[in-house]
């Protein structure tokens, strides 16, 4: 979808920001709109292009409650509203991912408007195909015994098999589908190199195949009485 969405950049975006990173490229996230702002935010973008910057904060003091004007983080996910309905309080919106881009400046509410807006630039992307030996690797290592129980597995299994579904898309899924780590998303966020990204995920699953494996040694081994090494 991102190759046939026009972006432009020499325009403002509205800004939604999130406590962690949810979204990435060529992901799709729920979100219900219910805050006065936010609910303008939409009203404002579906009448528009319908894109929106998925930001996140920088440091955890949106927990205190106050978030109009908290620092944010210097990447965000530009979405598009793909699809949006009136509920009781606001707006229940899908999002899709379209790009990754740096946060220029945020512009803080003024007049009537009651949300923030930014000036975005694109990210520029180290490179813009991944080797299909990746989807190979992806493939045998889904195929290991812990990683069955994973979720989403037979959505992943699918994917793979897409043959419209290029591999950079197929890994971009996977890390929003697996990790819910905002940290580790984040950091798929921001690296621009597609090779790169798709490592991580690939030494990520790996590592969690090794973790499932000491789990499943050490729930075995235990004592006579049902006390476990740990």
Not at 27 to 41: C, D, G
Not at 95 to 116: H, S
Not at 186 to 199: G, H, N, V
Request: proline share 5%.
């Amino acid at each position: 979808m991102s190759d046939s969405v026009a972006v432009q950049f020499k325009h403002r975006f509205p800004v939604f920001p999130l406590p962690e990173t949810m979204l990435l490229p060529h992901a799709i996230m729920p979100l219900s709109i219910f805050e006065p702002r936010y609910r303008q935010m939409v009203d404002h973008a579906i009448d528009g292009s319908g894109q929106i910057a998925i930001a996140t904060f920088r440091g955890s003091h949106w927990a205190e409650g106050a978030s109009e004007s908290l620092p944010l983080r210097d990447v965000v996910c530009l979405g598009q509203i793909v699809q949006h309905e009136k509920a009781r309080h606001g707006y229940n919106i899908l999002v899709y991912g379209l790009c990754r881009a740096f946060i220029l400046e945020t512009i803080e509410p003024e007049g009537e408007q009651l949300y923030r807006t930014a000036k975005l630039k694109p990210i520029e992307i180290v490179d813009d195909e991944v080797d299909d030996v990746y989807r190979e690797e992806l493939r045998k290592l889904l195929d290991r015994p812990n990683l069955q129980r994973l979720d989403h597995l037979e959505s992943i299994v699918q994917w793979i098999d897409e043959p419209e579904l290029t591999t950079l898309a197929l890994f971009e899924l996977v890390g929003c589908s697996l990790f819910d780590d905002s940290e580790l998303r984040y950091e798929l966020l921001a690296e621009p190199s597609c090779e790169l990204r798709t490592l991580r995920l690939l030494s990520e699953l790996q590592r969690l195949d090794r973790l499932l494996k000491m789990t499943d040694r050490q729930s075995q081994d235990r004592w006579e009485n049902g006390i476990s090494w740990n």
